[in-house]
């Protein structure tokens, strides 16, 4: 199969037509038809008419919906097979780290990204792992098939950056002797003050300094704090436990800057307004509970009550293994209370929302890429399996090609 992702490559015109199209920004439409041009969603609709010439594809009795979107991945980072020679998703040498980018360690070639394809995924975040305070920048992708990961990079995606604070941390930078030893949750509070402070400190340096003629080396590390200060960096953060969301979130406020999503957070459900107030959206587990002391007090009604105060919500995989099928991860909150077009949203625009990419994707709407999962059952259903996947209008996964036979389930 040749793949076309030079800049500006896209698949010719086509059609889908007689699908069940979910769009997410509105109501399903039934016996829907949308028209893809130059990689562009360029009509969607009932009875929406097809170019003359362009190819069709009858999707009958099948579902359509934007291609599914994870927050908090490290594919790539952490590829297959798991092995100390490539595992490049925690730079632990120090206990801050925001100069690192996890794109400058992502494997294109992770066996896990063509499985992610198969299960509809289109797009993830990238994120570097969390043993450090501040781990690193992240890295948002569009899962196209390449060998390098400039072409894969999506364009004009806002900067992210990875923050931890609980078990992580302690653990890792809690051992005898180690320089940048931090024993407790005070010790994790008092080292993100000072390095905040000492952002502010080195701005103030650089001023005079620029004042008097002199050119100042460059503290790589301070400058993405400043970026982080000035919200230029959407701040990601991994959480567990409601005192730590607390914390990071009075730091913040002392600093003057924004948490973009609290990441995991499974007890975030009994501090929903601070979120609210904050307006900071959460990422976080359908299911997954009682791993370590942090993760005890989980309930799966967490992504649903943080939802009903108005909170975005993403169902995240976290795992190589989950991504291949977050489409049922979502359909898990239907058993919670959470409405269908909810759950859609928390693998589609609500984790775009956060990306800063739902301009793009998301949601099947004119004018946004055409990256689509279509599936030979409701996404929600146990049975259903992904048909298609398409990235910029580009097939990335074809079942017939790939997948297992009809009648093979």
Same mark, same amino acid.
């Given at each position: 199969?040749?793949?076309?992702?030079?800049?500006?490559?896209?698949?010719?015109?086509?059609?889908?037509?007689?699908?069940?199209?979910?769009?997410?920004?509105?109501?399903?439409?039934?016996?829907?038809?949308?028209?893809?041009?130059?990689?562009?969603?360029?009509?969607?609709?009932?009875?929406?008419?097809?170019?003359?010439?362009?190819?069709?594809?009858?999707? *009958?009795?099948?579902?359509?919906?934007?291609?599914?979107?994870?927050?908090?991945?490290?594919?790539?980072?952490?590829?297959?097979?798991?092995?100390?020679?490539?595992?490049?998703?925690?730079?632990?040498?120090?206990?801050?780290?925001?100069?690192?980018?996890?794109?400058?360690?992502?494997?294109?070639?992770?066996?896990?990204?063509?499985?992610?394809?198969?299960?509809?995924?289109?797009?993830?975040?990238?994120?570097?792992? *969390?043993?450090?305070?501040?781990?690193? !920048? *992240?890295?948002?992708?569009?899962?196209?098939?390449?060998?390098?990961?400039?072409?894969?990079?999506?364009?004009?995606?806002?900067?992210?950056?990875?923050?931890?604070?609980?078990?992580?941390?302690?653990?890792?930078?809690?051992?005898?002797?180690?320089?940048?030893?931090? &024993?407790?949750?005070?010790?994790?509070?008092?080292?993100?003050?000072?390095?905040? !402070?000492?952002?502010?400190?080195?701005?103030?340096?650089?001023?005079?300094?620029?004042?008097?003629?002199?050119?100042?080396?460059?503290?790589?590390?301070?400058?993405?704090?400043?970026?982080?200060?000035?919200?230029?960096?959407?701040?990601?953060?991994?959480?567990?436990?409601?005192?730590?969301?607390?914390?990071?979130?009075?730091?913040?406020?002392?600093?003057?800057?924004?948490?973009?999503?609290?990441?995991?957070?499974?007890?975030?459900?009994?501090?929903?307004?601070?979120?609210?107030?904050?307006?900071?959206?959460?990422?976080?587990?359908?299911?997954?509970?009682?791993?370590?002391?942090?993760?005890?007090?989980?309930?799966?009604?967490?992504?649903?009550?943080?939802?009903?105060?108005?909170?975005?919500?993403?169902?995240?995989?976290?795992?190589?293994?989950?991504?291949?099928?977050?489409?049922?991860?979502?359909?898990?909150?239907?058993?919670?209370?959470?409405?269908?077009?909810?759950? &859609?949203?928390?693998?589609?625009?609500?984790?775009?929302?956060?990306?800063?990419?739902?301009?793009?994707?998301?949601?099947?709407?004119?004018?946004?890429?055409?990256?689509?999962?279509?599936?030979?059952?409701?996404?929600?259903?146990?049975?259903?399996?992904?048909?298609?996947?398409?990235?910029?209008?580009?097939?990335?996964?074809?079942?017939?090609?790939?997948?297992?036979?009809?009648?093979?389930?």
């Amino acid at each position: 199969m040749l793949w076309t992702f030079l800049a500006g490559a896209h698949a010719a015109s086509f059609a889908i037509v007689h699908a069940t199209i979910l769009p997410v920004s509105g109501p399903p439409i039934a016996d829907g038809t949308i028209v893809v041009t130059d990689g562009k969603i360029a009509a969607i609709g009932a009875g929406a008419p097809v170019p003359a010439g362009a190819a069709t594809i009858d999707a *009958s009795g099948m579902f359509l919906m934007p291609g599914i979107i994870d927050i908090h991945s490290h594919m790539g980072v952490y590829p297959w097979p798991d092995a100390n020679a490539h595992g490049d998703g925690n730079e632990m040498v120090e206990a801050f780290t925001p100069r690192v980018w996890a794109g400058d360690g992502f494997d294109p070639d992770d066996p896990a990204i063509p499985r992610a394809r198969a299960g509809g995924v289109t797009t993830i975040q990238v994120l570097p792992g *969390s043993a450090n305070l501040i781990g690193g !920048q *992240s890295a948002v992708v569009k899962l196209r098939p390449e060998t390098t990961i400039a072409p894969m990079l999506f364009e004009g995606a806002p900067r992210g950056i990875k923050m931890a604070v609980g078990e992580n941390p302690k653990r890792v930078y809690g051992a005898v002797n180690d320089d940048d030893q931090i &024993l407790t949750r005070m010790g994790l509070a008092a080292a993100l003050r000072g390095e905040f !402070q000492a952002a502010l400190d080195y701005r103030e340096a650089r001023k005079r300094s620029e004042a008097s003629g002199e050119r100042p080396p460059k503290d790589l590390d301070l400058e993405v704090l400043l970026d982080v200060i000035d919200d230029k960096i959407r701040v990601h953060l991994h959480c567990y436990r409601t005192h730590d969301i607390d914390m990071f979130f009075r730091v913040a406020d002392e600093f003057g800057f924004k948490v973009t999503s609290v990441q995991h957070a499974l007890e975030a459900y009994k501090v929903r307004d601070i979120l609210a107030a904050h307006g900071t959206g959460l990422a976080t587990f359908a299911d997954w509970w009682g791993f370590k002391m942090e993760a005890w007090d989980a309930i799966p009604q967490n992504a649903v009550l943080v939802s009903s105060v108005g909170v975005p919500v993403a169902i995240h995989s976290d795992s190589a293994s989950h991504v291949q099928r977050l489409n049922l991860e979502a359909a898990k909150m239907l058993r919670y209370g959470m409405s269908e077009l909810d759950a &859609l949203e928390a693998i589609t625009l609500d984790p775009a929302r956060m990306l800063g990419i739902d301009g793009r994707v998301g949601s099947l709407e004119v004018g946004k890429d055409a990256d689509l999962a279509l599936f030979d059952r409701h996404p929600f259903d146990v049975y259903g399996r992904v048909e298609r996947t398409w990235i910029d209008g580009n097939v990335v996964y074809d079942r017939r090609k790939e997948g297992t036979p009809d009648g093979v389930r």
